[in-house]
C-alpha cells in the first residue's frame, strides 16, 4: 500500500498511480489534508483505492472552527460509500482507508 499526501484532485491520483513502486504496494491511499482536497473530495473519492481526512491539518488550513463545515460537505458522499471513521489518535478523526 502506499500513502499519496496533499491529493487535491482526481489527476493528483492518477499521476501518483503512473509512479513505479515495489511489487505489492498499488493500492494507492489519498490523504486529504486541505481545502482544494476537500472541495474536490467527490473527485477524488472516484479514483481512491483508499481515503484519509486528516481534519488536524485540515484545521491548521481552514481554522479549526470551520473543519465542521468540511465533515458537513464530505458527509453525504462518505455516507454513500460506507466509509468508517476512527479515533486515530494523532488527529480527531480520519476515514480508514477503505470501505467498511
Not at 465533515?71 to 480508514?96: F, N, V
Request: hydrophobic share 40%; aromatic share 8%; charged share 30%.
Amino acid at each position: 500500500m502506499a500513502f499519496a499526501s496533499f491529493i487535491s484532485k482526481e489527476a493528483d491520483v492518477h499521476e501518483f498511480r503512473a509512479v513505479p513502486r515495489e511489487k505489492g504496494k498499488n493500492k494507492i491511499t489519498s490523504k486529504i489534508e486541505n481545502r482544494e482536497g476537500v472541495r474536490m473530495f467527490d473527485e477524488i473519492l472516484k479514483a481512491r483505492g483508499g481515503i484519509v481526512v486528516a481534519f488536524g491539518d485540515l484545521g491548521i488550513e481552514i481554522t479549526v472552527e470551520k473543519v465542521f463545515l468540511a465533515q458537513r460537505m464530505i458527509q453525504p458522499s462518505w455516507e454513500a460509500h460506507h466509509l468508517c471513521h476512527t479515533d486515530a489518535g494523532e488527529h480527531d478523526q480520519e476515514t480508514l482507508p477503505y470501505s467498511c
